[in-house]
């Protein structure tokens, strides 16, 4: 790898000059590819540099990535800022904020609960709250919040639970009138360079501080770099750094968990995020590792970065151009024959009516013409369509619903890598690789006649997958 600054201001150097020994990537890359666990990209950094860095087709350096929880550590943050501004303090009662939406009766437990309950996962629930819980409920969740029976005393017990990150980013907006992404803008986001930040916004104008961050691998991998260097960026303090101290430490007893991070092996903490988003922090060894990945537990991946770094730090042999050359044959997409299938001229323009299901799904169409298969569904959201490639890849945006498979989330512009083929004469297959998420699809299509079975399936999903059979007709 070449020294010097890219695009996203990260300066560059080899592994071996900075003591990153290569084999050892090589050998993690080849235990990952042997464990069937799939990464989208990997971002290695030491002494500040970007020693590694590789993209598994079609993700790349520039485009961003659902972030999940990896989202909660960008939320403590905010609460660091805000702390330092006097907005709130940790000792402030979580009741105090929203009058408007507490419950009739305030139990003891809940009026006890305060801001440090919140960012220690320590709120006294009993049950979890997932993100997908709350993403359909076009009311306030502040109010949805206050309706979680608090059963243990607060600070008593750990449980990790998306509701006390949420709390904690309407706090922030309570009491700075801004959404968490506009406050952190000019105070951290701006001079980090980083850029172009999707952040979902929830009823009253809330970002859901425990998830709907979208940013690029590089902008977790300084996240990760700003901690790693006690909160201070190119000369200036950016965050305290007993700020950065106290989150990154474990607290209130937990061994695994500070201010919204995790606290792994030795001194190593990170941020992590569903289906294995990661930016992770080596302090003793002036290192920091991003990645982005599709994997439905984090710990097989976790577990095999341990297994190699940090002991793979240290002196090495120069094998940068054995690295890099197999950093630029990565991907996760697979070689995608042109086959074929009599069937094509029937379906240059073909229109299918679905009977009553689960999904919504109210009609879909097909139109095959040379070497593109353009495929559209129309539900209650509206007709959205995939044009997919026969025996090579397409690259297209899309609104296709899919909320159930994908943790409730649904989206109006994703971008999608799409590609069809015909596993026999009566059967097309499309796979949608949704770019800027973990989530791909299988969509396996078979026609009898005028009849059509639909059926769709995700390669990481928290439920739901596959999807129940939608049953067609001709029309």
């Given amino acids: 790898m070449a020294a010097g600054p890219a695009p996203d201001g990260l300066p560059r150097a080899r592994p071996e000059d900075e003591g990153v020994d290569p084999w050892a990537v090589i050998a993690l890359l080849d235990d990952l590819k042997a464990a069937n666990l799939e990464l989208h990209s990997f ?3 030491r002494q500040g540099r970007v020693v590694v860095e590789g993209w598994w087709r079609p993700y790349g350096r520039e485009r961003k990535h659902m972030m999940h929880s990896l989202t909660k550590s960008v939320t403590a943050c905010g609460v660091g800022l805000a702390l330092v501004e006097k907005r709130f303090a ?125 940013w690029r691998t590089a902008d977790t991998l300084k996240l990760a770099l700003l901690h790693a260097q006690g909160g201070a960026w190119n000369g200036r303090q950016l965050l305290p750094r007993e700020w950065v101290a106290a989150a990154t430490r474990r607290q209130s007893g937990n061994d695994e968990y500070g201010y919204q991070w995790w606290v792994g092996p030795g001194d190593i903490y990170y941020a992590l995020g569903k289906y294995c988003q990661v930016g992770m922090v080596f ?57 074929s299938s009599p069937l094509e001229t029937q379906l240059s323009n073909a229109a299918f009516t679905a009977a009553p299901n689960e999904d919504g799904i109210k009609s879909m169409n097909f139109q095959i013409s040379g070497n593109l298969c353009r495929f559209t569904l129309t539900d209650a959201r509206g007709t959205h369509g995939i044009v997919a490639g026969l025996g090579d890849w397409v690259e297209g945006v899309t609104s296709m619903s ?25 059967t097309l297959e499309m796979i949608w690789q949704f770019a800027e998420s973990a989530f791909r699809d299988t969509v396996i299509c078979r026609f009898d006649g005028d009849n059509l079975t639909f059926d769709r399936s995700a390669n990481v999903a928290s439920g739901g997958s596959p999807r129940p059979t939608v049953r067609a007709r001709r029309i």
């Fill in 90 to 214: 940790l000792t402030d009662k979580v009741v105090s904020f929203f009058p408007q939406h507490l419950p009739a009766r305030v139990s003891p437990n809940l009026e006890a609960m305060t801001v440090e309950h919140l960012l220690t996962m320590r709120t006294g629930h009993a049950v979890e709250t997932s993100g997908a819980a709350w993403r359909p409920i076009p009311t306030s969740w502040v109010a949805e919040f206050f309706k979680i029976p608090v059963v243990n005393a607060p600070g008593s017990a750990f449980l990790y639970t998306s509701a006390a990150t949420y709390m904690l980013s309407a706090i922030i907006t309570k009491t700075t009138g801004q959404r968490l992404r506009d406050y952190l803008e000019p105070r951290l986001l701006a001079p980090l360079g980083i850029a172009d930040v999707g952040w979902d916004i929830g009823p009253e104008n809330i970002n859901p501080g425990a998830n709907g961050l979208s």
């Fill in 283 to 339: 302090p003793e060894h002036d290192a920091v590792l991003s990645i982005t990945a599709a994997s439905d537990k984090n710990s097989p991946i976790l577990d095999r970065i341990w297994k190699y770094f940090p002991k793979g730090f240290g002196p090495s042999k120069s094998l940068s151009a054995v690295l890099e050359q197999r950093l630029n044959t990565l991907s996760v997409l697979p070689d995608l024959p042109r086959t």
């Fill in 43 to 45: 971002m290695l950094a």
């Fill in 402 to 426: 899919g909320a159930p498979l994908h943790h409730e989330y649904e989206s109006t512009d994703m971008p999608v890598v799409a590609g069809a083929k015909w596993t026999n004469p009566n």
